[in-house]
C-alpha cells in the first residue's frame, strides 16, 4: 500500500513513497508534508486539527522576491504562432484573461524566441490548454528552439481558422488576434482579442507546480 502524505498548509493528499518536491495545490515545498497512518487517511475530513505552521527564516531580499515570485501560480499553455510559411509554438506560463466582454486575455513571450518573431509578423497566436497528463508537450515545446526542428513532428495538430497549428492533445483552444503590445523588458506582453475557441477534453488543466512535482 503505497504511503500517504499530507500538506500541512493546504490539506492536499500525495501518495508515493516520498511527499513531492511541491505541492500542486499551495506550492509549497516538501518539509510541508506529513505522514499520513491509515487512522489519520480516515479521519481526513472529520478530524481536522489546526495547522501550526513553522517559523521560516527569512532569506535576503533578493532571494525572498524570488521565492516570493515563485509562489504565484502559473498555468502551462503551448503558444502557437504563423507567418512567412513558418510554424512554431512554445511552452509559456503568462497567460491570463483580461475582460470576458469582449472576451480579452493577454501573453508574455520572450523577445529572443522565434514564437516572439512570428506574432509580431503575424499579429495572430493560438493557445493550447495543456491538461495534467501534457508534460511531454510541456518539454517538446519549452526545451528546445524551432528555428532550429520542427516542433510538432509526431505532434497531432489541426490548423485553425486564423492559420496556427493548435494540439490535438489539450483540454480547449483559444485563437486570437493582437490589439496591442507593452515592451516589458526581455519580454513582450501582448493584448489580443480571442476570436476563435473550442472545447477538446474534460480535465484539469496543468500548473506549473503540478509539472515540477510530477516530472
Not at 508534460?135 to 489541426?158: I, N, T, W
Not at 506582453?189 to 477534453?201: M, N, P, R, S, W
Request: glycine share 8%; proline share 4%.
Amino acid at each position: 500500500m503505497e504511503k500517504q502524505w499530507r500538506c500541512t498548509v493546504c490539506g492536499y493528499i500525495h501518495s508515493g513513497e516520498n511527499p513531492p518536491e511541491i505541492c500542486p495545490i499551495c506550492g509549497v515545498d516538501a518539509s510541508f508534508f506529513e505522514l499520513v497512518s491509515p487512522s489519520d487517511e480516515a479521519n481526513t475530513v472529520k478530524d481536522v486539527k489546526p495547522v501550526v505552521k513553522p517559523v521560516i527564516e527569512q532569506p535576503d531580499n533578493e532571494k525572498a522576491i524570488k521565492q516570493a515570485l515563485y509562489r504565484i501560480s502559473y498555468g502551462l499553455y503551448i503558444i502557437t504562432a504563423q507567418a512567412d510559411g513558418r510554424d512554431n509554438g512554445q511552452c509559456a506560463n503568462t497567460c491570463f484573461q483580461i475582460t470576458s466582454d469582449p472576451a480579452r486575455l493577454a501573453i508574455g513571450i520572450n523577445k529572443l524566441n522565434f514564437t516572439h518573431e512570428l506574432i509580431q509578423k503575424s499579429g495572430k497566436f493560438g493557445v493550447s490548454v495543456l491538461s495534467q497528463t501534457g508534460q511531454d508537450h510541456a518539454r517538446r515545446f519549452g526545451y528546445r528552439s524551432g528555428r532550429d526542428l520542427d516542433k510538432f513532428e509526431g505532434v497531432s495538430v489541426h490548423r485553425g481558422e486564423s492559420g496556427v497549428l493548435l494540439l490535438d492533445d489539450s483540454l480547449v483552444t483559444m485563437q486570437a488576434t493582437v490589439l496591442n503590445q507593452m515592451d516589458a523588458g526581455t519580454h513582450t506582453l501582448f493584448l489580443a482579442d480571442v476570436t476563435y475557441g473550442e472545447i477538446l477534453q474534460e480535465g484539469d488543466p496543468m500548473t506549473y507546480a503540478f509539472f515540477r512535482a510530477s516530472k
